[in-house]
C-alpha cells in the first residue's frame, strides 16, 4: 500500500487527501431523498477533483457538476474508491475533448452494486458483529469499556480502508473490480469472511438469546423435577437455538421482520402470564 | 422532566446526526447510544447496561440504502430516560424500547425519503449553477435540520411519556413483568437471524454452529471465539486457494499450452 501513496505527485495527494476527508460526510444530508441518494454528499466529497481539473473552463465545471447530481449510494467505507476512480476519469476529460463523459456515470453505477455488497458484508456483516460482540460482553458488566473498545474496533480498520481506496480507486483505474471478480478471488475472500462472521454470530446467539422456565414436575415424596434442567441435558441452549433458526427460517420466507418481532414479543408475553417463564 | 426530556434530544442529535455527520462510525449503535445517554442524563452504569442489552435486540439492523428495519436511537436514548429518570424497571425498559425503534423506524424512513425528496430542485439548481458554497451551505444546513428535528420524537417521548408509563409500569402484576423480561431474553434471536440471513450458505452454516457450541459450553471469551473463527477462515482460503490455483492452470495449460513449467507442474 506504501508503495501506492508514493507513485502520486504532491498536488495529487492534496487534492486524494481532502476528497477523503471530505467523504465523512458522505450521507449526512441526503437533500433529494429517495430521488438521489447521497448524491449530494457525493458532489461535496468530489469537488476538489473538480475544482482542480476545470479551474480554468466554469462553464465545463458547472456542467461537471450537473452530470455528478445522479442516484449515489455505495457503503461509504469503500465509496471511496469510486471517488478516485471518478477523479482520475475527471482528470481524462479535462485533458481530452473526446471523452466520453456519459463512460463516467456508468463507472459509477455500476460499482455501486458490488462495491456496496462487499461494503455491508465485510464491514456490517462481519467487522460490526466482532466488534459489537466483544463490545456487549465488556459492557454488560456496566463498563464504558464496552462502548470504547467497539468504536476502536470498528473504526481504525475502516477508516484505514476509507483512506487506501481513495488513493487505489484513483490508480487502480476501472478493470480492478472485475478483474478481481472474474478471477475468483473476490469469492475467496467473502467466504473466509462470512466463516469468521457466522462463528462470532453463533457466539453471539449463545450469548445474547435466553430463556429460562420455572415449569416443574411435582413428584411424590421428592424434590420436584425442573423442566428447563431436562432441556438442558438435551441439548444447552435448545431454545434459543431453536428459535434463532426458527425466526431465520421465517425471514427465508420473506415474512416481515416487524411480524416475526411482534410474534416473539406476544409469545413471550404469553409465556409469563400462564407462568411459563 | 424538561431536562431529561434535552438531554434525550442532545442524545439524538450526538448520535444519529453524529454518526452520519463523521463517517457512520457506529456511534448510532445502542451500545454507543447507551453510554451517552448515560454520561448525559447521569447514570452511567444504568446506560452501559441498557445499551448493551439493546444492542443483542437490534444488532442485525443497519441503515442499508435508507430502507431500515428499526432506529435504535430514539429507542435506546428513551429507554435509558426511562429507567434513570423515571425509575422504571430495566426490563420493561427494554421492552417498550423495541417497539418505539419500529415506530421511530418509520419516521426516519418519511424524513429521508420524502420530506428531504423535496430539496431534488433545489439540489439540481445549485449544481447546474456550479453554486459550490450554496451546496455546502445547503448540506450541512441540512444535515443540522435534520437531526434537530428528529431528536424531537425523544424530546416528546420523556416530556409527555415518561410519567404515565411509569405509573402503569407501578401496576404492572408479576406475571406480566416476567412476560416483559422474557420479551427482552427472547427478542435478541431476530437480530441474529437478521444477521445470519446476510451470511448463511449451506456450506458455511456448520460455523454457526460452532460459535454457539464454543460459548455455551466452552464458556469461551468472544475475543478467543473470533480468534478461533479467523483460524478456520485461513486454513479454508488457503486450501481455496489451492484449489482455485490448479483449477486455473488447468485452463491456462489448455487454453496457451505454451507454458512448459506450468503443465509439468500440473501433471506432476
Same mark, same amino acid.
Given at each position: 500500500m506504501s508503495t501506492m501513496t508514493k507513485t502520486t505527485s504532491a498536488e495529487d495527494k492534496k487534492m486524494l487527501n481532502k476528497i477523503f476527508l471530505r $467523504?465523512?460526510? #458522505?450521507?449526512? +444530508? /441526503? %437533500?433529494? &431523498?429517495s430521488v438521489k441518494g447521497g448524491a449530494d454528499g457525493w458532489l461535496y466529497s468530489i469537488q476538489p477533483a473538480l475544482n482542480r481539473y476545470y479551474k480554468d473552463d466554469p462553464e465545463k465545471l458547472a456542467d461537471a457538476m450537473r452530470r455528478h447530481t445522479t442516484w449515489y449510494n455505495i457503503t461509504q467505507n469503500v465509496g471511496t474508491f469510486a471517488m478516485g476512480l471518478v477523479a482520475s476519469m475527471e482528470h481524462e476529460n479535462s485533458e481530452h475533448d473526446?471523452?466520453?463523459?456519459e463512460s463516467i456515470d456508468g463507472i459509477k453505477v455500476s460499482l455501486m452494486g458490488p462495491m456496496s455488497g462487499i461494503g455491508d458484508a465485510i464491514f456490517w456483516g462481519v467487522l460490526r458483529v466482532i466488534a459489537a460482540g466483544i463490545g456487549i460482553n465488556l459492557a454488560? $458488566? &456496566? +463498563?464504558?469499556l464496552g462502548a470504547i473498545m467497539f468504536l476502536l474496533i470498528y473504526n481504525i480498520p475502516s477508516i484505514l480502508c476509507r483512506y487506501f481506496m481513495t488513493y487505489l480507486g484513483f490508480q487502480m483505474g476501472t478493470n480492478f473490480i472485475s478483474q478481481l471478480y472474474e478471477g475468483g478471488l473476490m469469492k475467496l475472500i467473502t467466504k473466509a469472511t462470512s466463516t469468521v462472521g457466522l462463528v462470532m454470530i453463533g457466539a453471539m446467539t449463545a450469548a445474547n438469546v435466553s430463556f429460562n422456565t420455572i415449569l416443574s414436575i411435582p413428584v411424590q415424596d421428592a424434590d420436584p423435577i425442573m423442566v428447563q434442567t431436562y432441556l438442558d441435558s438435551i441439548f444447552k441452549g435448545i431454545i434459543p437455538l431453536g428459535l434463532t433458526l426458527f425466526c431465520l427460517w421465517l425471514l427465508k420466507k420473506n415474512v416481515n421482520v416487524n411480524w416475526i418481532l411482534v410474534g416473539v414479543m406476544v409469545a413471550a408475553l404469553i409465556m409469563g402470564f400462564v407462568g411459563i417463564v | 422532566m424538561i431536562g431529561l426530556a434535552c438531554m434525550a434530544w442532545l442524545t439524538v442529535v450526538i448520535c444519529y446526526g453524529g454518526n452520519w455527520l463523521l463517517?457512520? /462510525?457506529? !456511534?448510532?449503535r445502542p451500545l454507543v447510544v447507551g453510554l451517552i445517554a448515560g454520561i448525559l442524563m447521569g447514570d452511567v452504569k444504568t446506560g452501559v447496561v441498557i445499551g448493551a442489552s439493546l444492542e443483542a435486540i437490534f444488532m442485525g439492523s443497519v441503515n442499508i440504502g435508507g430502507a431500515i +428495519? %428499526?432506529?435504535?436511537v430514539t429507542a435506546t436514548a428513551l429507554a435509558v430516560a426511562f429507567t #434513570? &429518570? %423515571?425509575?422504571?424497571d430495566q426490563g420493561a425498559s427494554i421492552t417498550l424500547a423495541v417497539p418505539v425503534g419500529v415506530v421511530t423506524a418509520f419516521a426516519s424512513i418519511f424524513l429521508n425519503? !420524502? #420530506? *428531504? %425528496?423535496?430539496?431534488t430542485a433545489s439540489f439540481d439548481k445549485l449544481a447546474a449553477e456550479g453554486n459550490e458554497r450554496g451546496l455546502a451551505v445547503q448540506h450541512y444546513v441540512l444535515w443540522f435540520l435534520k437531526y434537530a428535528l428528529f431528536g424531537l420524537i425523544a424530546f416528546l417521548g420523556v416530556y409527555l411519556g415518561a410519567e404515565p408509563v411509569a405509573a402503569i409500569v407501578d401496576q404492572i402484576p408479576a406475571n406480566v413483568m416476567a412476560g416483559l423480561n422474557a420479551v427482552g431474553a427472547l427478542l435478541p434471536a431476530v437480530g441474529m437471524a437478521l444477521l445470519l440471513k446476510m451470511l448463511w450458505s449451506k456450506e458455511l452454516a456448520v460455523y454457526f454452529f460452532l460459535g454457539f457450541v464454543l460459548y455455551i459450553y *466452552?464458556?469461551?471469551p468472544m475475543i478467543a471465539i473470533a480468534v478461533i473463527g479467523v483460524v478456520f477462515a485461513v486454513i479454508q482460503a488457503l486450501r481455496d486457494k489451492e484449489l482455485f490455483d490448479l483449477e486455473h492452470k488447468g485452463v491456462a495449460v489448455v487454453a496457451a499450452g505454451s507454458d512448459k513449467s506450468d503443465e509439468e507442474d500440473f501433471f506432476a
Open positions: $467523504s465523512f460526510s #458522505v450521507f449526512a +444530508s /441526503c %437533500a433529494g &431523498g473526446d471523452f466520453d463523459t454488560m $458488566s &456496566g +463498563s464504558p | 463517517g457512520q /462510525c457506529m !456511534i448510532e +428495519s %428499526a432506529e435504535p #434513570v &429518570g %423515571a425509575g422504571i425519503n !420524502i #420530506v *428531504l %425528496a423535496l430539496f *466452552l464458556g469461551m
